[in-house]
């Protein structure tokens, strides 16, 4: 039985259609087993998210410019809590809205355009059950997973059709500052709508104790695609973040390390992971500066993070993707605050090659900008950009500007 059934099966039970060896145990007769279902129903919560979105794109290239204009709809309907066990489901809707829609949604159309990586559909966005006790949590089916910060497990919350996954996760504290999580994964459910999804056996490993000084994680992931290929990723790594006071200066850092393995017919290396950031604020301003390496295997293969919110990470405008096989060195820095009732924020990217070349070398740079604002509990406007410019030509990369501009509502 797949883990689409198993799941489907066990929210089914929660609703009184299945048998359920867990909640007879709680109840001592049909009569109570049913009041507790019903119970847990009607103190069920739903909610609904929209969001509405402009984004355009200009890139120095033969692709005409691109414009979207789309509204994503999520509903989701949580129920109560029985004996411990819960469940969620939870329905996606995207669809271009005013005819403005000339854009590559990355599955075959306007692919003169450039791409706008939001494509119409309706999908099944979660489905799941979940137990959770004091010191365990465990979810089957269809489930948002993220891991740390998102560079290696996250939702790509930021495109209307966000990442899920199918499988099962399990969060366990033995003790009061230690966490351990483990995740299977059978399906990535991507950003590019169901056409675009993969079968994989990927398994997440991770463990987070706090100290005085701030929280260690050690963390592996092993990666494959299910496609009856020899195509493992392996990730290990290290991970530090804290915070601590220079008389009354608060400072954050972040220090990370990671190794990936590939050893497959199709390639064989090995790459190294560093992030080293440091943050504080003064007068209300906040700063940040950091540097982060996906690094490259003699130039031949480049660091790889297939699960993660790529777009949170090297520039908005997305133009690292995908790792170049020389590898990437970011260093980045930003300042921000609030202004009028509303958030702003800059960012400064530079981006080299980490196996410099005699023709690639100097990756680019990028400037990004955000102002966002909430009205009352309900609403969010802001307005984000994103502009590239390009290094060697010869990376194969071109000037690119990108402007957002949204609305969104929660109910």
């Not at 495109?159 to 966490?179: C, E, H, N, S």
């Not at 400072?251 to 590939?262: C, K, M, N």
Request: hydrophobic residues 35%; glycine residues 8%; aromatic residues 10%.
């Amino acid at each position: 039985m797949t883990l689409n059934k198993i799941a489907l099966c066990l929210s089914i039970a929660l609703a009184g259609s299945c048998s359920s060896t867990a909640f007879a145990k709680e109840a001592t007769s049909n009569s109570a087993k049913s009041s507790s279902i019903a119970e847990a129903i009607s103190n069920g919560k739903s909610a609904i998210n929209i969001n509405l979105r402009y984004e355009t794109v200009d890139q120095d290239n033969a692709l005409k410019d691109a414009d979207a204009l789309t509204l994503r709809t999520r509903l989701t309907y949580a129920t109560g809590n029985v004996a411990g066990f819960s469940s969620l489901i939870e329905f996606e809707d995207s669809r271009t809205v005013l005819g403005i829609d000339d854009y590559n949604n990355t599955l075959g159309k306007n692919t003169d355009y450039s791409v706008i990586a939001d494509p119409e559909t309706t999908e099944l966005d979660q489905f799941l059950l979940q137990y959770k006790q004091k010191s365990l949590a465990v979810k089957v089916g269809r489930q948002l997973i993220t891991m740390d910060n998102h560079r290696f497990v996250g939702h790509v919350g930021w495109r209307q059709d966000r990442q899920t996954f199918d499988g099962v996760t399990l969060a366990y504290q033995p003790i009061k500052d230690l966490t351990l999580d483990y995740g299977y994964i059978t399906k990535r459910n991507r950003i590019f709508a169901e056409a675009k999804d993969i079968d994989s056996n990927d398994h997440l490993l991770n463990a987070a104790y706090q100290t005085t000084l701030g929280k260690i994680t050690a963390y592996g992931y092993l990666l494959e695609v299910d496609n009856d290929t020899d195509n493992g990723l392996d990730t290990f790594g290290l991970r530090f973040n804290g915070g601590t006071s220079i008389g009354e200066q608060k400072i954050s850092y972040q220090l990370e390390y990671a190794q990936q393995d590939a050893d497959n017919a199709v390639m064989s290396y090995s790459a190294d992971y560093l992030l080293a950031e440091l943050s504080s604020s003064f007068s209300g301003i906040g700063m940040k500066v950091g540097y982060e390496l996906l690094g490259s295997d003699d130039g031949n293969y480049g660091f790889s993070t297939p699960l993660a919110t790529l777009h949170k990470f090297n520039g908005w405008s997305d133009q690292f993707l995908n790792t170049p096989k020389e590898g990437l060195t970011d260093l980045y820095a930003s300042v921000g605050g609030k202004v009028a009732g509303g958030k702003w924020a800059v960012i400064y990217h530079k981006f080299d090659a980490d196996e410099a070349s005699a023709t690639v070398d100097d990756l680019g740079s990028e400037i990004n900008a955000v102002y966002s604002k909430s009205f009352t509990k309900n609403y969010t406007a802001g307005i984000k950009l994103a502009a590239y410019s390009a290094g060697d030509t010869t990376a194969g990369k071109v000037d690119t500007d990108k402007i957002w501009v949204w609305l969104n509502a929660k109910f």
